[in-house]
């Protein structure tokens, strides 16, 4: 009897892995285009971008970016005056911008990285130095949970997205899947988002 409930429970455990990774695998397919335009247009490593959207917003899963497209946790600042959903936070029921697109979200993320002065060392860094850009970001305060560089490194080797920065430098060969994303992005304008957004919410538990 003891037999069989544990494996009743690897199986278990098993099928919850499994269905997690497959998950994973969805959300970096469907937003890989947009990590290598922003590499392009900003220089946030797209390795990075992917593995702090797959862990901001659990791979898309959360019910943050469920109500709003908001896949960083970026909170309305003062004088924002678009739309936005209520969310606990650090504090209950706190404003996050809430985006028609999920790309939109991503440049946002992006602006915000590269226009405060803290995180300015990071695009001194080669872009494929992502256990560098980790451990920075951290050392700059983005995020509370001293874990965070390591659930970053872990996800990048885990689901090798790497490949999309060297992609995105010319070091690695595009699958064919993925030009006419690129190409679809593109053709699209940046839409502005009224009022930029304050620190993302970054508090990783």
């Known amino acids: 009897m003891r037999k069989i409930l544990l494996t009743i429970a690897l199986?278990?455990?098993?099928?919850?892995?499994?269905?997690?990774s497959?998950?994973?695998m969805a959300y970096i397919r469907q937003y890989r285009g947009i990590a290598i335009e922003e590499m392009h247009r900003t220089g946030v490593p797209a390795a990075i971008k992917l593995a702090q959207g797959i862990l901001e917003s659990s791979a898309g899963e959360g019910d943050l970016v469920k109500r709003s497209n908001n896949?960083?946790?970026i909170k309305c600042k003062t004088g924002y005056t678009g739309p936005y959903v209520l969310h606990d936070d650090d504090h209950p029921q706190e404003r996050f911008i809430k985006y028609e697109r999920a790309e939109s979200s991503f440049r946002d993320h992006s602006d915000f990285?590269?226009?405060r002065d803290r995180y300015a060392f990071l695009f001194k860094l080669d872009p494929a130095d992502y256990k560098g850009w980790a451990n920075g970001l951290k050392k700059a305060g983005y995020a509370t949970n001293p874990k965070y560089p390591q659930l970053i490194i872990g996800l990048i080797e885990r689901y090798n997205l790497e490949d999309y920065t060297l992609i995105g430098l010319g070091k690695k060969e595009m699958p064919a899947d993925m030009k006419p994303i690129l190409a679809a992005l593109d053709n699209t304008d940046a839409p502005q988002t009224p009022g930029r957004a304050a620190q993302p919410g970054v508090t990783v538990n």
Do not use: M, N, Y
Request: proline share 0%; net charge positive.
């Open 113 to 115: 990285l590269k226009s």
């Open 11 to 20: 199986f278990t455990a098993l099928t919850a892995a499994a269905q997690q």
């Open 22 to 24: 497959a998950t994973v």
């Open 71 to 73: 896949h960083f946790g």
